[in-house]
């Protein structure tokens, strides 16, 4: 599978970059867009304002097709989490629990752990040993009192891929709330049977820090409360003269803290073209040759392997190894000192490359730990 060339030119990491799942060095186009924004406050007219809302509701609507909703189902967000903070403080006053496997990224912890404090449902967190967030195993925790499901698209340490529609199905009448940060942009776009899909577009997105979304699906914009709702989220915002309360909007604005992330919003849609000019399954037919070949070379340096996936499907762009008998803080600064960057998480090493990761990586990591 090869990429256009104009998909590859707009990026410029290191050859030994495989970190994405921690952060995703953006693209030319991502840069230009930022500079463009800020160029614009740097010497504002009378009307820059005016361009800068139009060109917000612009890269907004880029944003609502690429989650293939429509837009008023589709809210900028500055951070995955500040999502998550919607959906769970959305559900106040509504009793029951939400269920989230208890391994997630603390991400996706916090928010309905802060909400349950404040008087939201309570968290059945759920341990998954083997790291295999199945939809059997999320069935077995939903009951008739359950509101929310939420789950990561990729897990962040073991890379697993969770089967959507059949979390759909495991959740019943509850809501879906996904957190796509691993996965959007990579292998995944739109928010399918989800009800709440959300992501940072700073790692798989390459779309930088400050840059995020959260979709909605019909039934999720009915069911949640605007709670963590300001000024900017109601109708007539500008009408200040006119006090408050105003009334919430009706659309997926009504999900906005204060200002919207303006530059978030013009970087994520930037990334969405850039992106969009490959098309995510040819992105992510690339990862999956990528993190094959680096598993290969793991494996033959005697490595041992999180692999809780039973199929391609079950898999992403995450590959996390440890040599036996090795400190793993040693084996990922000894990578980084071979210009092989990766991130520590707890006892292992994780991996993630992206399309542009080149073949040649593999050979790079391979010398790093010996077995090429
Ligand atoms: C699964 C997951 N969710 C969320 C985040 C980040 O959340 P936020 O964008 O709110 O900082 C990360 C990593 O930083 C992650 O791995």
Redesign the pocket.
């Known amino acids: 599978m090869s990429l256009p060339q104009g998909y590859l030119d707009e990026f410029a990491e290191p050859l030994g970059y495989l970190d994405f799942?921690a952060t995703g060095p953006v693209s030319r186009r991502v840069r230009a867009a930022l500079d463009e924004l800020m160029g614009m406050v740097a010497a504002p007219s009378g009307g820059t304002g005016e361009i800068v809302f139009s060109r917000f509701e612009a890269a907004t609507a880029t944003a609502a097709a690429f989650m293939e909703v429509p837009v008023d189902r589709l809210a900028p967000i500055p951070?995955?989490?500040?999502g998550l903070f919607h959906a769970a403080f959305g559900l106040l006053g509504l009793g029951g629990n939400v269920v989230v496997p208890a391994g997630?990224?603390p991400?996706?912890l916090y928010p309905w752990l802060r909400a349950a404090a404040a008087g939201g449902p309570a968290v059945r967190m759920i341990e998954v040993p083997d790291g295999r967030v199945t939809p059997e195993r999320i069935r077995e925790a939903v009951d008739a009192d359950t509101r929310a499901v939420a789950v990561?698209l990729v897990d962040?340490q073991t890379g697993f891929r969770v089967d959507l529609d059949g979390m759909r199905h495991a959740a019943g009448d509850a809501l879906l709330v996904v957190?796509a940060?691993?996965g959007l942009g990579a292998v995944h776009r739109g928010i399918g049977p989800a009800d709440v899909m959300v992501a940072?577009g700073?790692?798989w997105m390459r779309a930088g820090w400050g840059s995020?979304v959260m979709a909605l699906s019909e039934r999720a914009l009915d069911r949640l409360a605007p709670t963590l709702s300001g000024w900017r989220a109601v109708e007539d915002a500008l009408e200040t003269h006119r006090r408050a309360p105003h009334p919430a909007l009706a659309s997926a604005g009504r999900f906005q803290v204060g200002t919207p992330p303006i530059p978030g919003a013009f970087q994520f849609a930037a990334a969405v073209d850039v992106i969009e000019s490959a098309g995510v399954p040819a992105i992510a037919a690339v990862i999956a040759d990528r993190v094959a070949a680096l598993e290969e070379v793991v494996r033959s340096a005697g490595a041992e392997v999180m692999a809780p996936w039973a199929s391609p499907a079950e898999r992403a762009g995450i590959l996390c190894f440890r040599l036996p008998g090795a400190d793993p803080a040693a084996t990922h600064t000894h990578l980084a000192e071979a210009g092989v960057l990766s991130s520590q998480r707890g006892d292992w090493v994780r991996l993630a490359p992206h399309a542009t990761t080149r073949p040649e990586a593999a050979g790079l990591l391979a010398a790093a730990l010996g077995s090429g």
């Open positions: 799942a951070v995955t989490s500040e997630e990224f991400a996706n990561s962040f957190d940060i691993q940072g700073q790692k995020g």
